[in-house]
């Protein structure tokens, strides 16, 4: 595909479920990131990789939050027993550069709904 | 924590006219974006500045940047209805190339 895809769409979880969100960058996008997007808000910073190396998780709210990417391709952000503040819009993006000052490009994004 | 706020938060203007919308940041930048968000859609890139410059172009789209003032601002000229979004500024923290803060955007909102 031509764009950022993330999957699924949609997600209802309930309280204490774990889920598993996926995002396929673009095709030789070095670094890869996640957010979250509450409502009304702008994005907010979860997590950041360059190539499969995770190199700042500084916006993971808890330890239930995890993130990986072994191949240094597609992306897998993991929520353990999650909570109904964890119910946002979880965004992804890809960029071709090793650096910032490049345009990121943004997945769909994955609605998550915890009852 | 978010580095970059907008203002207005809202905006409602006549098709044709002009819409400004402005960004204040907290610490010095190494390059200042804006994005566009639609409702219910994903947000896209709409144009990137760098510390070095003060005005740039794309399109209907001029964004400038002072440094000296922390602030940038996005001029949409001869709005349409299409233009009805979300627009987000963006900034890098200098020193930090892998990581850009967004603010809470500015919801913009084109009238027939």
């Known amino acids: 595909g031509a764009g950022v895809s993330q999957s699924p769409r949609y997600k209802v979880a309930k309280r204490g479920q774990d889920v598993a969100l996926r995002c396929d960058p673009i095709?030789?996008?070095?670094?890869l990131f996640w957010y979250q997007q509450a409502l009304g808000q702008g994005p907010e910073f979860l997590t950041y990789f360059q190539n499969e190396a995770q190199l700042d998780k500084s916006g993971l709210p808890s330890d239930r939050f995890f993130a990986e990417r072994p191949e240094g391709s597609v992306s897998t952000l993991k929520i353990q027993r999650t909570q109904q503040e964890d119910s946002a819009v979880y965004l992804c993006?890809?960029?071709?550069?090793?650096?910032?000052?490049?345009?990121?490009?943004f997945g769909p994004g994955t609605r998550l709904t915890v009852t | 924590s978010q580095q970059g706020e907008e203002d207005p938060q809202a905006l409602s203007i006549q098709e044709g006219e002009n819409a400004t919308m402005n960004c204040s940041y907290k610490t010095s930048i190494n390059n200042l974006q804006w994005y566009r968000q639609n409702s219910g859609r994903g947000l896209v890139h709409l144009i990137l500045?760098?510390?070095?410059?003060r005005e740039k172009h794309s399109g209907r789209l001029r964004v400038t940047l002072d440094t000296s003032k922390k602030s940038s601002s996005l001029l949409i000229t001869a709005s349409r209805a299409a233009d009805t979004a979300s627009y987000f500024c963006?900034?890098?923290?200098?020193?930090?190339?892998?990581?850009?803060?967004f603010g809470k955007g500015t919801r913009l909102h084109i009238l027939p």
């Open positions: 963006a900034t890098d923290a200098s020193g930090r190339d892998d990581k850009i803060i």
């Open positions: 993006a890809s960029s071709l550069a090793l650096r910032g000052g490049y345009e990121q490009y």
């Open positions: 095709s030789g996008h070095v670094s």
């Open positions: 500045i760098r510390s070095n410059e």
